[in-house]
């Protein structure tokens, strides 16, 4: 995995794909970051109920 520093202070993480067998131990959900701009999209999406 890279991580890269913007020149607006954040970091940009990017990743290959991960099999789905793949456990991933410790996360910290408070140590994922994201960009304003995508949480403020991320509130406009709706969930569309299982049939």
Do not use: I, N
């Not at 910290?28 to 994201?34: F, L």
């Amino acid at each position: 995995m890279a991580v890269v520093k913007s020149t607006q202070g954040k970091r940009t993480s990017h990743s290959l794909a991960l099999p789905r067998s793949l456990r991933v131990l410790g996360f910290d959900r408070e140590k994922v970051k994201a960009h304003p701009t995508v949480v403020e999209w991320m509130r406009t999406l709706q969930t569309v109920p299982e049939q």
